[in-house]
């Protein structure tokens, strides 16, 4: 069976957020406002039982908050987490499985690569070109990892 002729088993409702884990809240958040315009919707400090409970990692706690854009309404959570003892700090690529990066795109991309760069966004390889258009990933503050992508107009 092709993945096209594949339907889903659960319906889905809606898409609720995008999740990405980073090493400081605060830069991270700072960051996606500054450059994106996102907003703190949501906030907390030092969940402790859900978060451990959820992941099933005991003595995990995190700082979290969720932001939503003003004109697309999409909104993005960033999780600062603070393992127990013995669990490795987060990785500095989007290598490993379950890594995550998001991805937006925008009208000029050596005008948005520069944005980012001055808010202290680091670029990761080369502006990389695919058949839709050329598009780049980077660290952000706080650890976040981005793609920005300017897509041909068909």
Known sequence: MAPDDI?????LI??????LAVDDLAIASAF???VFGFRTEFKETGMASQIAGITGLSGLTCDLAQLAHPDTGQR???IEFHPPRGVSAADKRPLRPGAAHIAFVVSD???ARVAVEAEGAVL???IVQ???GPALYCRTPGGAFLELKEMKML
């Open 130 to 132: 695919f058949d839709e």
């Open 32 to 34: 996606f406002a500054s």
């Open 109 to 111: 991309l050596t005008t």
């Open 14 to 19: 809606a898409w609720h957020h995008t999740s």
């Open 7 to 11: 339907t889903g088993t659960i319906p």
């Open 124 to 126: 990761l390889g080369a």
């Open 76 to 78: 993005l959570e960033l």
